[in-house]
């Protein structure tokens, strides 16, 4: 089945070559460093390796702590990021900058994997979260590599389609060394999938480990102030919207300002690309715009578009409310735990499937407000805008939530220790 798959990907290689290419057409960094999408090793990577594979931001933001970790621990070993994404390898150089060597991941074709596992010599791979390839996994088998799935989680959705592949999928997970899953229920679909139940560890979220550093919060403040005039506009924000939720976010925004006419919306879309296009989509909408990009807003905006990489943890701690994006709309949602580490209140849209433990604790512990559309948002954001005492209470639930559940980061940082011994 995995050659059937090999001989697939293969035929369908020129396509996806030509979205590479017309994907530059807005984002100009996909044309760039192709050749590492095929194996193409820079010379400035050593070999013997730690290698970490986090497909984008989100799973470079997750990998940051246990990276951090194990350069501390074992500094003499060199780590090598794999990402997929121009974000993502954005993301690794403005957290980590020179500490860590990056390059793309090739095509998941068993010669180009082969190919790369023999020159980088990885001592292990660190697989973050699900992001599962069949020849990747099966090199590093073939040269003796452990390989380690960590932070790692299985939607109902995902585990449904994983099962549909199942001589694919189960020979795959049985070359899994260990599985550091987020949480228990997750766990049993990976074992019921194929994984063997004794490569399972339950060692919860990395995510919660999340910390904000002085420096971090200083520049927020300094943002703060001048983003919000001193304290004359109030911000909220719209983080890591994709097509589709701006419009909704941009209608509650409308109504909002009837009510509160000096409130600004920090509106931050999930993808560069789509960066220049909100920002005209809302001028469209006739509100007064302005970019992060182009220095501090005028007197007068409305909207300011977070057009700039690597700034959306410090854009949380600049804002009054934060609604994540990714789940207005049937996608999965995004990470709840940034704004949260901020003390600011959170809101998200029903569709959280890709982080359901973590929306579902912090649900419970009153920490999450859940907003359905533009109504529900008006209707939220200006409760919360009225009312400084529910604001200051989401913040202090979502601040114990966090601190109730750290303590991932050390355990995987174990289990990787005790892989490479």
Same mark, same amino acid.
């Given at each position: 089945?995995?050659?059937?798959?090999?001989?697939?990907?293969?035929?369908?290689?020129?396509?996806?070559?030509?979205?590479?290419?017309?994907?530059?057409?807005?984002?100009?960094?996909?044309?760039?460093?192709?050749?590492?999408?095929?194996?193409?090793?820079?010379?400035?990577?050593?070999?013997?390796?730690?290698?970490?594979?986090?497909?984008?931001?989100?799973?470079?933001?997750?990998?940051?702590?246990?990276?951090?970790?194990?350069?501390?621990?074992?500094?003499?070993?060199?780590?090598? =990021?794999?990402?997929?994404?121009?974000?993502?390898?954005?993301?690794?150089?403005?957290?980590?900058?020179?500490?860590?060597?990056?390059?793309?991941?090739?095509? %998941?074709?068993?010669?180009?994997?082969?190919?790369? =596992?023999?020159?980088?010599?990885?001592? @292990?791979?660190?697989?973050? +979260?699900?992001?599962?390839?069949?020849?990747?996994?099966? @090199?590093?088998?073939?040269?003796?590599?452990?390989?380690?799935?960590?932070?790692?989680?299985?939607?109902?959705?995902?585990?449904?389609?994983? #099962?549909?592949?199942?001589?694919?999928?189960?020979?795959? &997970?049985?070359?899994?060394?260990?599985?550091?899953?987020?949480?228990?229920?997750?766990?049993?679909?990976?074992?019921? &999938?194929?994984?063997?139940? %004794?490569?399972?560890?339950?060692?919860?979220?990395?995510?919660?480990?999340?910390?904000?550093?002085?420096?971090?919060?200083?520049?927020?403040?300094?943002?703060?102030?001048?983003?919000?005039?001193?304290?004359?506009?109030?911000?909220?924000?719209?983080?890591?919207?994709?097509?589709?939720?701006?419009?909704?976010?941009?209608? @509650?925004?409308?109504?909002?300002?009837?009510?509160?006419?000096?409130?600004?919306?920090?509106?931050?879309?999930?993808?560069? +690309?789509?960066? #220049?296009?909100?920002? +005209?989509?809302?001028?469209?909408?006739?509100?007064?715009?302005?970019?992060?990009?182009?220095?501090?807003?005028?007197?007068?905006?409305?909207?300011?578009?977070?057009?700039?990489?690597?700034?959306?943890?410090?854009?949380?701690? @600049?804002?009054?409310?934060?609604?994540?994006?990714?789940?207005?709309?049937?996608?999965?949602?995004?990470?709840?735990? +940034?704004?949260?580490?901020?003390?600011?209140?959170?809101?998200?849209?029903?569709?959280?499937?890709?982080?359901?433990?973590?929306?579902?604790?912090?649900?419970?512990?009153?920490?999450?407000?859940?907003?359905?559309?533009?109504?529900?948002?008006?209707?939220?954001?200006?409760?919360? &805008?009225?009312?400084?005492?529910?604001?200051?209470?989401?913040?202090?639930?979502?601040?114990?939530?966090?601190?109730?559940?750290?303590?991932?980061?050390?355990?995987?940082?174990?289990?990787?220790?005790?892989?490479?011994?």
């Amino acid at each position: 089945m995995r050659w059937c798959y090999s001989l697939l990907l293969a035929l369908a290689m020129p396509v996806i070559v030509l979205r590479l290419w017309w994907r530059g057409r807005l984002a100009p960094a996909y044309r760039q460093r192709v050749g590492e999408r095929f194996a193409h090793v820079p010379d400035t990577i050593p070999a013997g390796v730690l290698w970490v594979h986090a497909v984008s931001v989100g799973e470079t933001i997750a990998a940051l702590p246990l990276i951090r970790a194990w350069q501390s621990s074992h500094p003499q070993l060199p780590v090598l =990021v794999t990402s997929t994404t121009p974000t993502g390898s954005e993301r690794v150089r403005s957290l980590l900058g020179n500490t860590v060597s990056h390059m793309y991941l090739p095509y %998941d074709l068993p010669w180009l994997m082969s190919r790369f =596992v023999q020159r980088v010599q990885p001592k @292990a791979l660190v697989i973050m +979260e699900t992001e599962l390839w069949p020849n990747m996994i099966h @090199a590093c088998h073939q040269a003796n590599v452990p390989v380690m799935l960590a932070n790692a989680r299985l939607s109902e959705k995902s585990a449904r389609g994983y #099962a549909r592949f199942p001589a694919l999928v189960r020979p795959m &997970l049985q070359q899994l060394d260990v599985v550091a899953v987020q949480n228990a229920v997750d766990g049993e679909r990976f074992i019921a &999938l194929g994984l063997p139940a %004794d490569r399972l560890q339950v060692t919860g979220s990395v995510k919660f480990d999340l910390t904000i550093d002085d420096d971090l919060r200083a520049k927020a403040a300094q943002l703060r102030a001048r983003w919000s005039a001193q304290g004359r506009h109030p911000l909220w924000m719209a983080a890591s919207t994709h097509e589709g939720e701006d419009a909704i976010v941009l209608a @509650a925004h409308a109504r909002l300002l009837e009510r509160f006419p000096s409130l600004r919306l920090v509106l931050v879309p999930r993808h560069p +690309e789509r960066f #220049a296009r909100v920002a +005209e989509q809302a001028r469209a909408a006739g509100f007064v715009v302005s970019r992060r990009s182009e220095g501090d807003p005028p007197a007068n905006a409305q909207v300011i578009i977070g057009d700039t990489m690597g700034e959306l943890l410090l854009f949380y701690g @600049a804002v009054d409310i934060a609604l994540v994006g990714g789940s207005l709309l049937p996608i999965g949602g995004h990470n709840l735990l +940034e704004p949260a580490a901020w003390g600011v209140p959170v809101l998200s849209g029903p569709h959280v499937h890709n982080f359901a433990d973590i929306s579902r604790l912090l649900a419970e512990a009153g920490a999450l407000c859940t907003v359905e559309n533009a109504g529900a948002i008006v209707e939220t954001v200006s409760r919360l &805008l009225d009312d400084a005492a529910s604001r200051e209470q989401l913040a202090r639930q979502g601040l114990a939530v966090l601190a109730a559940n750290r303590g991932a980061v050390a355990r995987q940082h174990a289990l990787l220790g005790r892989l490479l011994a």
